[in-house]
Each structure stands twice: as C-alpha cells, then as structure tokens.
C-alpha cells in the first residue's frame, strides 16, 4: 500500500514535471497568433484576439493559468475546432489503443512461441528462417513494409481493405472496431504494420531468455522428475523468460500508443497520431499540450502495471524493487 | 542380479576442439538397499555418467558404447518417452547445488505435486497431503506453510533437503545423488548425510552417491568405486579400501585425508593434474602422475581383481608407505 501511495505520488511529480517541460517546449516553438489570424485583419482586431486567447501575458502566468486549468480537467480549447482539446483526443484514443492492443497480441502471441523454438532448436532450418524474419522486420523501414503490405494483400489479392477503420461493436460495454468482422479485416493490415519491429523484439528477447534458462540447474532437474516436455517447455521455461518480455511489451505498448503516426497516416486510421501530426503543423498548442500529458499518464500508468506484473511472475522481486 | 548395473559405458561428447571421452569404459553396479560411493577428482565423468543412467545427456553428448542395465532391463538407448517413465519414478536424481535446482518461480509445492503427477493420477488433495507429509519426513519443519513458500525462502540446506523429498516422493528403487552436500556447510552436510542414510535404509533403496570427498564416505558408504580420467581404476568394501587400498591413485587420495594422517605429518598430495579428456595417455591413464610408474604402464589397463594396474599385487603394503 506504502508502495502504491509512493509510486502514484511519484507520476504525478512526473506529469507535472512533464507539463511544464511540454508547456517551455510548445512556447518556444512558435507563436500561433500569426497562423490563427486572418492575415487581412485589422490591427485591433489581431489585438482583441491576442488577449482574449491570453497570448499577451507573460510565461510564467500563462503557465501557472494553464496548470490551474488542467487541474480543473480543462485542457483548453483547441485553436482550429474550437472545441475541448482534451475531448478531440479522447475521442480519437479508442481507435490508436485498438490498434495498438492488436499489434502487441500479434508480436506477444506470435513472437514468444517463435522464440522459444529457435532457441530451443538452434541451427534448426526452421530457427534459422525466424531469425533471418527477425533480422528483415527490424531492417526493413516501417513505412515500406506498409506500403508492401497495401500492394499485396489489399491491391493485388483484395482480401483486405487498403484503409480506414471498420465497424464498431460493442461488447462488455466495452466499444471497438475488434468485435465485428469488419473492422477486423480493417484493422489487420495496419496491425501488423504496427506490429513486425516488435515482433522481431520478442522474438529475439524470447531466444535469448530460452538458451540461457534452458542450460539452468533447474530445468535438468525438471527432466530429472520425469516431467513431460511439454510442461517444462510451457510452465518452467516460459515463466522464467517473461520478466523481460514484460518490460518490452509494457514499454513499447506506451510507444506504439504515442508513435503510430505512420501507420495512421498511411493506412488513415483516425487515431490519435494523425490528430497531434495535423495539430503540431498548425501550431494548435492546447491539442499538442493536452496529448503530450495524456501520453505521459499513459507511460506512467502502463510503467506501474508493469512492476506489480513483475511481481506477480517473479516471487523474488518484492514491489519496493528490492530484489531479496 | 543387481538393480544397476553399468558395464564399458563410454559417453562422449562430439565438441568443435574434438570428441571429449569424458566416460570412457566405466563399469559399476548396485544393489538394492546398498549405498556405493563414487569417488574421484572434479572431471574424471562421475557427473556424466549419473546423467547417461538418467537418459540427461545432451547433444553435442551421446552414450556410444557400454550398457546400463536397470533391474534387468537394458535402457542406454531408451526411446525418450520411456525414459521418462522411468525417470523421477523409479531412478531419482539429486543435484549438486540446492540454490539452482528449483525454479525460482515456481512454488514448492507446484514442484512437488507435478512430480506425482507426471508419474500417476492422484486426486490433488491427496497428492498435496503426500507431498506435505513427505516434506517432514526430510526435517521440514512447519511442513504445511513450508508447501507454500517459494525456494528463495529456505536456506541451502533446506532446499536440498526439498530435492530430496521430490526424489523420494514416488518411491523411487534408485537415487543417483549428485555431491549434493559439496555446496553445504560442514554441520548442513552431516544432517544431510545422516538424513540421506536413514531413508534409503527405510525404503529399501538403491543409492549411488557421488563425492569428490572422500572423507564423506566412511560409515556411510557400502562400497566404493574409484573413479580416474573417464574409467573406474578401483571397487572395493568401503573398509577394505579405507584399510587397503591397491590402486596407486586409491592411496593418493586415502593419503591426502587429514584424519588418515598422524598428527603433524604433512598431508600427502597427488603431485600434477588429471590428463584433458580430449588426449589421454594410451597406457595407464594415471601414469604421468603415479609413483610407481614403470615401462610396463604404456600398455592400455584392464580391470582385474577390482583394480585397473597391473603392478597392484606387486606394490609395497599401504601402512608402510604411510609410515
Ligand atoms: N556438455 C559437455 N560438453 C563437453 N564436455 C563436457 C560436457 N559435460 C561434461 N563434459 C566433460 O566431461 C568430463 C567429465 O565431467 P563430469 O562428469 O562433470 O566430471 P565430475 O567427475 O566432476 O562430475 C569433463 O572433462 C567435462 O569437461
Ligand atoms: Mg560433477
């Protein structure tokens, strides 16, 4: 509990931190005065409009206003839609966690058995074309691999489509394009485009985990209790190889989250990346704030999942992070 | 007929820097309700040749001569899923080191129940109160709570001493223990040891007990097998080899016990080390290191009367070599 109420203390230093690094940062970049106004308009008018966005007071005020403001759940209203920031990325995060929740399933439940296999059968033929997939899906650049994957699965053989978001279905009450059909065949190409560096991570994470516990004391004295392989290979092995999948799977998840900007773009998924590309190139300072925030909560929270994951795998690391 | 019996086992391995006879001709045998002792210097295969009777070989290792014959049944070349059967059920084997032969992630008593569980059906209740019940019959105190903690929980003694319950939880005929006091403390390994004798006494079992050590094996031990660069050089009665030792490197090692030593006399130490297992001499493997080393000992030696040296009869008596 101790450990909880010092870890939540500790994010919320975080975002705090984090906003006013974001905040230094977007008041550097430029001022948004000279896109939002009508270039004809009259020097009073420009005047009104400066004040009345609270463009004319200085740094330090604008930012403690904004701080107050966040804390109230008020990000500030968007330059462009004049609308609640907060509210245009919260509708758009639903789509990017969607995509992003396929692309990590697709890395985990492919790329750990994958693993597994070359390292328990290296220099096999079959390990040895997992390893050259791995090496091609982390040389290979992302948005090529897109482009690839529209020329071939959605130009040239049609079986899905080349863009955009499917149907949605809700279950649980829970709202997703992942419950229909449809938004399956639309999400799959972008998934997997999300998805290929990722799974070549786990892949090779999941080897290396292999060859090494597999030459450990104890996994010869599970052969030794006549234990079928199978359950060495499923219950002795694989928990021993997860601590580090964890912590990728938790750390990318953030990174696919916050960077999937390129496959949005390319396969026009309204997500949050085509969202923050559209709003920094417009200079919609409240939209760029209000998702960087979002992003470092999501980091924040996603990093405490992680260390209490951590415990519940391995029995040695206590939450304090001491390791007895 | 003995319950194990190994005859010209020859287990190598095929390594990149050539073939590694790390056995190479070794022959022992067992019986039920007896204790043998192998005894010999770290490298000289007594750890290989426990894991070729357990099928554990890996590759680039492979057992490529020689039989092992359990209770009349040959298994050197076992289909694997035999082997299992028989692995853990009635062969058992313990490990040296008590802190890496349970998995650190798993609870004690995870690792016990499958060890039934691979072997027969139980209902899990009773499988959980075996295992619980044979916990304290190994010195776990509290054996209840003790199911449900993990390894990092216990100290090194009472780790081994959980490998020891999951040995002997599906009555195995035989255990293969492994120097599993070498990692222990003096007081730790005298529990242990004196833990070890007990049941294999209450349950008729075979054991063969592995040690670099050969202070471990007196009163505890029926008989011996000394055991040199791949090949078994000496077998004897425990006393008769503590007494009268034939082979010259049998009496280096009695010589180099301090116990065996007048109070005040240097401790006699086997000069040199043992030869590589990838070029061994031709004759006599100990030669190069043997005292009593003549012409005769280049020609390959075979074991006779329980000695691998064709001068043993020849040797002056141990006593007066000692004097
Ligand atoms: N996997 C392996 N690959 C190559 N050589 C091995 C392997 N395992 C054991 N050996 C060699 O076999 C010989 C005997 O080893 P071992 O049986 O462990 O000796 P010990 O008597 O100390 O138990 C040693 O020379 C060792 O280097
Ligand atoms: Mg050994």
Known sequence: ?324 | MSLLEIDNLQTHFFTSGGVVKAVDGVSYHVNRGEVLAVVGESGSGKSVTGLSVMGLIDAPGRVVGGSIRFDGREIANLPSHEMRQLRGARIAMIFQDPMMTLNPVLRVDTQMVETIHAHRDMPKQEAWALCRDTLGRVGIPAPDERMCAYPHQFSGGMRQRVAIAIALLNKPDLIIADEPTTALDVTIQAQILHLMQGLVEEDGTGLVWITHDLSVVAGFADRVAVMYAGEIVEQATTDGLIEAPQHPYSRGLIGSVPSRNRRGARLAQIPGGAPPAVNRPVGCRFAPRCAYRMEGCAAPQVLRDNVRCWRAADLPAFEEVLA
């Open chain 1, 1 to 324: 509990m101790v450990y909880v109420i010092r870890r939540l203390l500790q994010a919320v230093f975080l975002a705090l931190v984090m906003s006013f690094l974001v905040f230094t940062g977007i008041f550097a970049v430029g001022n948004p005065v000279d896109i939002l106004i009508d270039p004809e308009a009259t020097q009073a008018e420009r005047v009104r409009l400066i004040a009345q966005l609270g463009l004319d007071r200085p740094f330090h005020e604008q930012y403690l206003i904004f701080l107050g403001n966040v804390l109230q759940g008020d990000f500030g209203n968007s330059f462009v839609y004049n609308r609640p920031a907060l509210g245009l990325i919260l509708e758009r995060m639903p789509a990017t966690l969607e995509l992003a929740f396929a692309a990590i399933v697709i890395a985990v439940v492919l790329g750990i058995p994958l693993g597994m296999y070359a390292g328990l059968r290296p220099g096999s033929a079959g390990s040895q074309a997992v390893m050259a997939g791995s090496i091609l899906g982390f040389s290979v650049p992302n948005f090529w691999q897109a482009i690839m994957l529209i020329m071939i699965f959605a130009v040239m053989l049609g079986w899905f489509p080349v863009s955009g978001r499917g149907q949605v279905g809700e279950f649980f009450g829970v709202r997703s394009s992942l419950f229909t059909l449809n938004g399956l065949q639309h999400i799959a190409l972008p998934a997997i485009n999300l998805a290929i560096g990722h799974l070549a991570l786990v892949i090779r994470l999941a080897r290396s985990g292999t060859q090494e516990v597999k030459a450990q004391d104890f996994i010869r004295f599970a052969r030794a209790k006549g234990l079928h392989e199978s359950r060495i290979v499923l219950v002795h092995l694989l928990r021993n190889i997860l601590i580090p999948i964890v912590t990728l799977v938790g750390m990318s998840f953030g990174g696919l989250i916050a960077f999937a900007v390129v496959t949005e773009s390319i396969f026009a998924w309204p997500g949050m990346g085509k969202l923050i590309i559209d709003s920094i190139r417009q200079l919609d300072r409240p939209v760029v704030v209000a998702y960087l925030i979002v992003i470092v909560v999501i980091f924040i929270i996603l990093n405490l999942l992680v260390d209490l994951l951590y415990s519940l795998i391995d029995p040695r690391i206590r939450l304090d992070g001491a390791k007895q």
